[in-house]
């Protein structure tokens, strides 16, 4: 059986032994909700503890699709609530492909298989 680096290993735990999660941890091959920036660029989240975060992975398509209809779902109810500028605001998150190694922190954003950005992942986060 293959073996895990460190930093998959960690992220297998997060997600608490999930197989789906390991499988993409072997692979390097996960995928996120990206929002393009206005001067280029991507914007990702982050998930984890202070310590011990990760960029914010979904290990299959379909989870990353259904979170951001999700997240698309509560943009509308805040728009609806007054919570939110229904001229200027909308939800523009993309589910795109990110390809990393765990190894070092530069991950690849892609679209069906092309990589259209690679950067630190803590910089698309915001938490570098």
């Not at 001067?39 to 951001?68: D, K, Q, R, W």
């Amino acid at each position: 059986m293959a073996q895990l680096n460190s930093t998959f290993t960690a992220l297998v735990e997060l997600f608490d032994g999930d197989d789906a999660m390991r499988q993409a941890c072997l692979k390097g091959k996960f995928f996120t909700i990206a929002n393009p920036l206005f001067g280029g660029g991507y914007a990702i989240g982050s998930m984890g503890a202070e310590g011990e975060l990760f960029p914010e992975l979904y290990p299959t398509l379909e989870a990353a699709n259904a979170e951001n209809a999700s997240m698309r779902e509560q943009y509308l109810a805040d728009i609806a609530n007054g919570d939110r500028d229904d001229d200027d605001d909308e939800w523009d998150g993309e589910v795109m492909e990110l390809y990393w190694t765990g190894e070092t922190p530069v991950v690849h954003l892609a679209e069906n298989g092309s990589v259209v950005h690679s950067e630190d992942w803590h910089s698309l986060s915001g938490n570098n």
